[in-house]
Nanobody, 110 residues
Framework: QVQLVESGGGLVQPGGSLRLSCAVSGLTVSSYAVTWHRQAPGKEREWVATGYGSTTDYADSVKGRFTISRDNAKNTVYLQMNNLKPEDTAVYYC?????WGQGTQVTVSS
């Protein structure tokens, strides 16, 4: 059974940083693409970043501020978020194949 569990969300001031984790069981993160998505209140869920092998890709809104990476030994994918803005406030989800995590709340506010 495949499970993805996000953690690391919280409240941070504008300009601050957070690192989200996506702990995966039931599939090997080094073999499959893992994506991060987010959903702000009243908005549709949107794609944020993809990591697959040595390839990464980012939405324009986060390019240069967010970095996706993975630790194969821990079978975990990370999303390092720097220079956070209020518009980054959302529930963040990780996904691989058709499996989604439960999400972690990120709130950027002074």
């Amino acid at each position: 059974q495949v499970q993805l569990v996000e953690s690391g969300g919280g409240l941070v001031q504008p300009g601050g940083s957070l690192r989200l984790s996506c702990a995966v069981s039931g599939l090997t993160v080094s073999s499959y693409a893992v994506t991060w998505h987010r959903q702000a209140p009243g908005k549709e869920r949107e794609w944020v970043a993809t990591g697959y092998g040595s390839t990464t890709d980012y939405a324009d809104s986060v390019k240069g501020r967010f970095t996706i990476s993975r630790d194969n030994a821990k079978n975990t994918v990370y999303l390092q978020m720097n220079n956070l803005k209020p518009e980054d406030t959302a529930v963040y989800y990780c996904r691989s194949l058709m499996y989604w995590g439960q999400g972690t709340q990120v709130t950027v506010s002074s």
